[in-house]
């Protein structure tokens, strides 16, 4: 799902990045008119229909309508994907909400979220051995990826069982060791995520005691652009959404095209055709653009980014100078703001979805 794991040196890359943006004169760029784009995605569930759409030729056909050329590169270690759209390499990327707020926008890169693609709804999992419930992981190591929407969802976890963060000591792990670690019968607690989470849950005694499911709508899957590249090249807005939601009303038929795609998808991923639809499953896509935009424009979106930027401040990943929670500014449809109004830098953007829900792409 999406690697998070490796984010020790977070804040030193962040302002590497950042300052090579700018010795580039890439702003000056991304503010210019343009026809060739590069679009970053990794592996999960809900981003495999961009590299599918891509490959099936729907990218193209987008592609001419509008006049622009989109390469969309896959980059397997997920934060190092999102480490090269903030340093703009990329000029999107498809990324999760707490990272789009605590990565590119915490560095102070304006970033749009033009499409609401899916949220986890059970591809992430707080999972015990020898117990039925949250409350069974008091006083226990827990093994995850530190800082990542793992420690998020563990937070909730204990957060809906009278419990904090402190009644539990986390060990940091690696998404590709995470699997292998919880098989030891010393570690008796783990979050991870799909398809982690399948292998683990077979470790006997092992129970999914709290998911994403539990919060739906809080872990969000998004295609975010570089602002400033959207404000002068609108069409890469109307191709993406062009691409996206063609892509959504194939993979959702359910006949023998659909399942042909969605059996694609998962060659692309590297996993079996039931493996994949296991993990779809698990994950709400937003394959229609009017359901995507009633989610976009919903309070319950404020009340979640409230929610990831209050957890994100007090683990201290908007950086050393930031003195409170609203260090970082947010937008959200009609004009709704979070934090600091002089310095939004994470913007949902619903013009591109309300095109596709209105039939004008």
Known sequence: MR?????????????????????????????????????????????????????????????????????????NDYIESVNQY????????????????????????????????DYSNGNDAVLLKGADGVAGIKGRQVYLAELSVSHYLL???????GMKLTDVKTVNTSDADIAAA???????????????????????????????????GEILDLMVVDTAVLKANPNLGKALAGIWYETMSLMARQDAEGAAARAAMAKLAGTTPEEFEGQLATTFLYA???????????????????????????????????????????????????????AITLRFDPTYMQLAADGKL
Not at 155 to 161: F, G, P, V, Y
Request: hydrophobic fraction near 45%; charge should be neutral; charged fraction near 20%.
């Open 155 to 161: 937070a909730r976890a204990l957060e809906t069982s």
């Open 3 to 75: 690697h998070l794991a490796r984010r020790a040196a977070r804040f030193l890359l962040i302002a590497l990045a950042l300052a090579v943006t700018a010795c580039s004169g890439s702003e000056e760029d991304a503010s210019a008119p343009r026809t060739d784009f590069n679009i970053g995605w990794s592996i999960y569930a809900g981003w495999m229909p961009w590299p599918y759409a891509q490959q099936a030729g729907i990218v193209k056909k987008w592609e001419d309508k509008y006049g622009v050329k989109i390469k969309f590169v896959q980059v």
């Open 288 to 342: 229609d653009p009017k359901a995507a935009l009633m989610a976009m424009a919903s309070p319950d979106l404020v009340t979640t980014m409230t929610r990831v930027r209050d957890f994100s401040f007090a683990q201290g990943l908007f950086g050393q100078g930031a003195r409170s929670a609203d260090a970082v500014g947010m937008e959200f449809p009609g004009g709704t703001t979070l934090g600091d109004k002089a």
């Open 182 to 216: 919880f098989a030891s019968p010393d570690v008796t607690a783990a979050v991870a995520w799909n398809p982690q989470v399948t292998t683990m849950k077979g470790v006997a005694g092992t129970k999914a005691v709290f998911t994403s499911a539990d919060i739906p």
């Open 86 to 117: 903030t340093a703009g390499k990329l000029d999107g990327v498809t990324v999760a909400n707490m990272d789009a707020l605590t990565i590119p926008a915490a560095g102070g890169k304006d970033t749009s979220a033009i499409i609401l693609g």
